[in-house]
């Protein structure tokens, strides 16, 4: 069993920021990526950020200068620091892991979703 937990998410006012933190857990071997995805209303699903596990990092061109995201190899866990945070921001954040179980499976795992609502 792997899951992946996220915290931090909630309400935030516009300018402000906001840290989302996603811990894999359970049947783990090794994680090749870990990453964030968001779905705001009426809208496609989209990568938001993502880092491997040799550090390289994408985002998405709405959050860059913006947006950070961080891993913890040893730990697991990947965080999304968001700063200056624009209602357009709002949606559901998922995390995301591409890993390797200890099946020695490679698997894609998604967590149920963080809310953030930007709004004054």
């Known amino acids: 069993q792997v899951q992946l937990v996220e915290s931090g998410g909630g309400l935030v006012q516009p300018g402000g920021s906001l840290r989302l933190s996603c811990a894999a857990s359970?049947?783990?071997?090794?994680?090749?990526?870990m990453g964030w995805y968001r779905q705001a209303p009426g809208k496609q699903r989209e990568l938001v950020a993502a880092v491997t596990n040799s550090g390289s990092t994408k985002y998405a061109d709405s959050v860059k200068g913006r947006f950070t995201i961080s891993r913890d190899n040893a730990k697991n866990t990947v965080d999304l620091q968001m700063n200056s945070l624009k209602p357009e921001d709002t949606a559901v954040y998922y995390c995301?892991?591409?890993?390797?179980?200890?099946?020695?499976?490679?698997?894609?795992?998604w967590g149920k979703g963080s809310l953030v609502t930007v709004s004054s």
């Open positions: 995301n892991a591409d890993l390797l179980n200890r099946r020695f499976e490679r698997m894609d795992y």
């Open positions: 359970g049947s783990i071997f090794s994680i090749n990526a």
